[in-house]
């Protein structure tokens, strides 16, 4: 998009901003439609000259439009992490939870038509403009977050544990491929894991996905189609003793997953449990009794939603931990059978950084 066509836009936002804002005290129409309708336009020219942007009118051939915009950033974020924005800056929540402060000024629901109070919640899918002379916060709340930001926004990162840097390891490793969600690399992080999430991803981490795609048969469950490959996920699994479905009939593949289920997945990959066990109401008791969870991991784990964001944090950290024979750790075994490289473990592993829960 070309520079006259950047500020049209932004000028008709300010421009409908203003026929809301009349009866706000806090941003008044002749402010809108005089005074910050100047300011922005000679801010959007000053953004737009340093960052030597060209007219879409100066690149017939289509330069302009394959040069990566420095209005528009999109970015994975974890708690507690700020995005810093000042005025004309503009911010999107699109998945997770945020929250934003400014000590003066207006920060404006520019989807609502409403000026949102320090310390309000962000709605997903809006978008938020930073009003003249205010220099807003936007402080993730959530486990992790996507965030499109236009404008000059900077960043200010937290100490949190960093579950898209462990989703990253895992995508290195070839353990953890996403979704077809257009934004946030495809990991969506922020919702829930299904039933047949979490089966894929144990039968990964065992490392026979190979074998699991190249598996033939019928299983006797009716909610999984035959022929897909859904269905060689579940009947390998099945058939060797992994997973006994919902029940004798069900499987229940698009059900959510909860943090004992997937604790207990991950105990048979490691030699400590097997599909005759039961009982997974103490799976995370077990799991620090094997050190494969912290006992602030587990503490963690048994409070709030279980989310994609945890089955990665608790598959990159099993890969870690020794399995039950005590002769390597799960890692070590997966690089011994092929599943990735030693490199590719240790690229893995420069990616996350911190402390463990």
């Known amino acids: 998009m070309g520079k006259k066509a950047v500020l049209f836009l932004l000028l008709c936002l300010a421009l409908t901003l203003g026929a809301f804002a009349a009866g706000d005290p806090l941003v008044s129409l002749s402010y809108l439609t005089g005074g910050?309708?100047?300011?922005?336009?000679?801010?959007?020219?000053?953004?737009?000259?340093?960052?030597?942007?060209?007219?879409?009118?100066?690149?017939?051939g289509g330069g302009a439009s394959s040069a990566a915009s420095p209005f528009w950033k999109e970015s994975r974020l974890k708690r507690a992490d700020l995005l810093l924005g000042s005025t004309?800056?503009?911010?999107?929540?699109?998945?997770?939870?945020?929250?934003?402060?400014?000590?003066?000024?207006?920060?404006?629901?520019?989807?609502?038509?409403?000026?949102?109070?320090?310390g309000a919640s962000l709605a997903p899918n809006h978008r938020y403009l930073v009003a003249e002379d205010?220099?807003?916060?936007?402080?993730?709340?959530?486990?992790?977050?996507?965030?499109?930001?236009?404008?000059?926004?900077?960043?200010?990162?937290?100490?949190?544990?960093?579950?898209?840097?462990?989703?990253?390891?895992?995508?290195?490793?070839?353990?953890?491929?996403?979704?077809?969600?257009?934004?946030?690399?495809g990991f969506?992080?922020?919702?829930?894991?299904?039933?047949?999430?979490?089966?894929?991803?144990?039968?990964?981490?065992?490392?026979?996905?190979?074998?699991?795609?190249?598996?033939?048969?019928?299983?006797?469950?009716?909610?999984?189609?035959?022929g897909t490959q859904a269905a060689q996920y579940v009947g390998y699994a099945y058939e060797r003793g992994y997973t006994n479905g919902y029940s004798a009939?069900?499987?229940?593949?698009?059900?959510?997953?909860?943090?004992?289920?997937?604790?207990?997945?991950?105990?048979?990959?490691?030699?400590?449990?097997?599909?005759?066990?039961?009982?997974?109401?103490?799976?995370?008791?077990?799991?620090?009794?094997?050190?494969?969870?912290?006992?602030?991991?587990?503490?963690?784990?048994?409070?709030?939603?279980?989310?994609?964001?945890d089955l990665a944090y608790l598959s990159y950290y099993t890969l870690d931990t020794l399995l039950a024979d005590g002769r390597q750790t799960l890692a070590e075994s997966l690089i011994e059978r092929g599943a990735f490289s030693l490199r590719d473990w240790e690229d893995a592993s420069a990616q996350v950084t911190g402390w463990r829960l």
């Open 36 to 60: 910050y309708q100047r300011d922005l336009e000679a801010e959007i020219d000053r953004r737009l000259d340093a960052a030597a942007l060209p007219d879409a009118s100066q690149d017939a």
């Open 249 to 309: 009939t069900q499987f229940r593949p698009s059900a959510a997953v909860n943090a004992y289920q997937y604790t207990e997945f991950l105990l048979r990959a490691m030699g400590y449990s097997n599909a005759d066990n039961t009982v997974l109401s103490d799976a995370l008791l077990r799991a620090r009794d094997a050190d494969l969870l912290t006992p602030g991991e587990a503490a963690a784990l048994e409070q709030g939603p279980f989310l994609r964001a």
């Open 134 to 185: 205010t220099a807003a916060s936007f402080t993730v709340t959530s486990k992790t977050a996507v965030v499109d930001c236009q404008g000059g926004c900077t960043f200010a990162y937290s100490g949190e544990a960093d579950y898209n840097a462990m989703a990253s390891a895992l995508k290195t490793l070839g353990l953890f491929r996403g979704s077809f969600t257009g934004y946030g690399q």
């Open 188 to 226: 969506d992080l922020e919702v829930a894991p299904t039933r047949l999430q979490a089966l894929i991803m144990f039968i990964r981490v065992l490392g026979e996905e190979e074998e699991a795609l190249a598996w033939e048969g019928s299983t006797p469950f009716e909610d999984i189609q035959p």
């Open 88 to 118: 004309g800056d503009s911010v999107l929540l699109l998945a997770g939870s945020a929250e934003v402060t400014y000590p003066f000024g207006a920060v404006v629901d520019a989807t609502s038509g409403a000026v949102v109070p320090s």
